[in-house]
């Protein structure tokens, strides 16, 4: 990677994670682009989040129980990135990006297709400022085609993406998971195109622009859907908690109230369930002994299994699937997930302290790199917390110019 002096930042900071001396200008908001900063401030970039000067980014705001309005959602999201604030529907502000990506390796942008362009900032034109920038656009529906200036949300986009339709109990409407998947899975998306453009530099020495759409991001995680309907004429439909053909995979009641989850659809493993069930006999049993009679007889086998589990309780119910090689577990809640000790052994929670909250839990690095991992190292920062870094001492912006680039609502 070539030089940087932008930030200052110290070489023992950058040299944690693969990404190290990559400088990525963040300028996305919500939760798709701002995943995708995520990831890479993970694994060691330099992001620096540009926001606009008034308010900031949403998610500043959302995602917050308390009584001090603070967000839970921006410690996580907004993790190891640097903030400034931009105005970039002024012309001067528009110049300061123009400035930042001079000397950076990646911009993310999640804004709708053509407002870039609109504030002379396409692609085309940043190549003539740095022929090696990698522009990272996130939307709904992708840079072109006939929808791509629609709104796109994460939700639209899970619906128009298949996963809305087959989520849900079968005598109900769709529904959708507790979280923004789809916005996350096209943050996943996009990090990966950059990663591999990124990778693609090294031998073109040129950028190149990555296109992650939500829908699509989506899309790509919906198996065989396509071919179902296309050469079988069969179409998904919401099953609720199990698979149509897959069983035994439920989840199951137990003596004491809980809910586990017992997957024992495969051959031998569903052979050593009915050992520990007392019922050899359904190895051999012409409606149970193969993976697909089992799933013909699925509601009956899993009332046999309900019955079997909710006559003892969980926990000693799960040592005995365990040690049979079955697996199983719990519906696991927060709760559950900041008491495990396997969560605790493999360090998958994170804890780092909050100026006003203490001690703050999050979810660690994933993926694993064993000889150069990811961190967490910083919570959200405050909204302009870097301007002084990275205009003043990175850009060269004295106090006097800095004053009057605030008093015009630039900064």
């Given at each position: 990677?070539?030089?940087?002096?932008?930030?200052?930042e110290?070489?023992?900071?950058a040299?944690?994670?693969?990404?190290?001396g990559?400088?990525?200008?963040?300028?996305?908001?919500?939760?798709?682009?701002?995943?995708?900063?995520?990831?890479?401030?993970?694994?060691?970039?330099?992001?620096?989040?540009?926001?606009?000067?008034?308010?900031?980014?949403?998610?500043?705001?959302?995602?917050?129980?308390?009584?001090q309005g603070?967000?839970?959602?921006?410690?996580?999201?907004?993790?190891?990135?640097?903030?400034?604030?931009?105005?970039?529907?002024?012309?001067?502000?528009?110049?300061?990006?123009r400035?930042?990506?001079?000397?950076?390796?990646?911009?993310?942008?999640?804004?709708?297709?053509?407002?870039?362009?609109?504030?002379?900032?396409?692609?085309?034109?940043?190549?003539?400022?740095?022929h090696?920038?990698?522009?990272?656009?996130?939307t709904?529906?992708?840079q072109?085609?006939?929808y791509?200036?629609?709104?796109?949300?994460?939700?639209?986009?899970?619906?128009?993406?298949?996963?809305?339709?087959?989520?849900?109990?079968?005598?109900?409407?769709?529904?959708?998971?507790?979280?923004?998947?789809?916005?996350?899975?096209?943050?996943?998306?996009?990090?990966?195109?950059?990663?591999?453009?990124?990778?693609?530099?090294?031998?073109?020495?040129?950028?190149?622009?990555v296109?992650s759409a939500?829908?699509?991001?989506?899309?790509?995680?919906?198996e065989?859907?396509?071919?179902?309907?296309?050469?079988?004429?069969?179409?998904?439909?919401?099953?609720?908690?199990?698979?149509?053909?897959?069983?035994?995979?439920?989840?199951?009641?137990?003596?004491?109230?809980?809910?586990?989850?017992?997957?024992?659809?495969?051959?031998?493993?569903?052979?050593?369930?009915?050992?520990?069930m007392?019922?050899?006999?359904w190895?051999?049993?012409?409606?149970?002994?193969?993976?697909?009679?089992?799933?013909?007889?699925?509601?009956?086998?899993?009332?046999?299994?309900?019955?079997?589990?909710?006559?003892?309780?969980?926990?000693?119910?799960?040592?005995?699937?365990?040690?049979?090689?079955?697996?199983a577990?719990?519906?696991?809640?927060?709760?559950?997930?900041?008491?495990?000790?396997?969560?605790e052994?493999?360090q998958?929670?994170?804890?780092?302290?909050?100026?006003?909250?203490?001690?703050?839990?999050?979810?660690?690095?994933?993926?694993?790199?064993s000889?150069?991992?990811?961190?967490v190292?910083?919570?959200?920062?405050?909204?302009?917390?870097?301007?002084?870094?990275?205009?003043?001492?990175?850009?060269?912006?004295?106090?006097?110019?800095?004053?009057?680039?605030?008093?015009?609502?630039?900064?």
């Open positions: 990677m070539a030089e940087k002096e932008l930030s200052g110290s070489g023992t900071a040299a944690r994670g693969p990404l190290a990559v400088r990525v200008i963040e300028t996305g908001s919500l939760i798709a682009g701002p995943f995708c900063g995520q990831l890479l401030g993970d694994f060691g970039a330099e992001v620096i989040k540009v926001e606009d000067p008034g308010a900031g980014d949403p998610m500043r705001q959302w995602g917050s129980n308390l009584p603070l967000s839970l959602n921006w410690p996580i999201i907004a993790r190891n990135k640097k903030s400034v604030t931009c105005n970039l529907r002024h012309p001067e502000g528009q110049a300061l990006l400035d930042l990506l001079e000397t950076s390796d990646v911009l993310i942008e999640n804004f709708r297709p053509g407002t870039l362009e609109r504030w002379g900032l396409g692609p085309d034109t940043l190549a003539e400022v740095n090696r920038l990698v522009v990272t656009r996130v709904g529906y992708g072109d085609g006939p791509s200036r629609r709104a796109g949300f994460g939700s639209i986009g899970e619906a128009m993406g298949g996963l809305r339709y087959i989520t849900g109990e079968p005598d109900r409407a769709p529904s959708r998971t507790g979280i923004s998947i789809g916005d996350s899975l096209a943050g996943v998306f996009a990090a990966l195109g950059t990663v591999m453009a990124l990778l693609s530099r090294e031998r073109t020495g040129r950028g190149q622009v296109d939500i829908y699509e991001a989506v899309l790509a995680l919906m065989s859907i396509l071919p179902e309907w296309e050469l079988c004429g069969s179409r998904r439909e919401r099953t609720g908690s199990v698979l149509p053909g897959v069983a035994p995979s439920n989840v199951y009641p137990t003596r004491d109230g809980a809910a586990i989850l017992i997957a024992a659809n495969r051959d031998t493993v569903f052979n050593r369930l009915a050992e520990l007392g019922r050899p006999e190895r051999t049993d012409p409606r149970y002994g193969t993976h697909a009679a089992r799933g013909e007889n699925l509601a009956d086998l899993d009332k046999l299994i309900a019955e079997w589990t909710g006559a003892q309780d969980a926990e000693p119910l799960l040592n005995l699937l365990h040690e049979a090689g079955v697996p577990g719990l519906t696991y809640t927060a709760q559950d997930m900041l008491t495990d000790p396997h969560f052994a493999r998958a929670i994170v804890r780092l302290v909050h100026d006003k909250l203490g001690s703050f839990p999050m979810q660690n690095v994933a993926p694993r790199l000889d150069t991992p990811g961190s190292r910083a919570l959200g920062p405050d909204l302009g917390q870097h301007n002084d870094e990275i205009y003043g001492g990175g850009l060269g912006l004295d106090t006097a110019d800095r004053a009057r680039l605030r008093e015009q609502g630039v900064i």
